[in-house]
């Protein structure tokens, strides 16, 4: 489990890759995703910034910023931008 401390340090040492994957997520995000859960859709990306997404989400799971919840699909971290139903995002985050 990563602290709050953690996370803040995490977020403020982020490489370009992982800023990137951050944007296709928050773009997404707010306002209408209830528990924090995002597609991040690959097709319509150019080669390099594909590669910047693997990259990005490898960095972003070790940080535990973001995690898998299944191919394309991510979910952030419920203490770093609530959901709307911030419970069942805790719960959710909890069981990945």
């Known amino acids: 489990m990563v ?8 977020m ?3 490489t370009n ?5 951050i944007q296709l997520i928050v773009g997404k995000w707010y306002p209408f995703i209830s ?5 991040v859709l690959t097709t319509k990306l150019s080669k390099s910034d594909k590669a910047k997404v693997t990259e990005g989400t490898k960095l972003l799971i070790k ?3 973001i995690k898998r919840v299944k191919r394309s699909n991510f979910m952030i971290n419920p203490k770093l931008l609530q959901p709307r ?3 069942l995002a805790k719960e ?4 990945l």
């Open 63 to 65: 940080k535990e910023i």
């Open 85 to 87: 139903d911030t419970e």
């Open 12 to 14: 403020t040492k982020m």
């Open 3 to 10: 602290t709050d401390t953690q996370l803040i340090m995490a």
């Open 35 to 39: 528990t924090g859960q995002v597609e």
């Open 17 to 21: 890759a992982e800023q990137f994957v």
């Open 92 to 95: 959710t985050w909890e069981q």
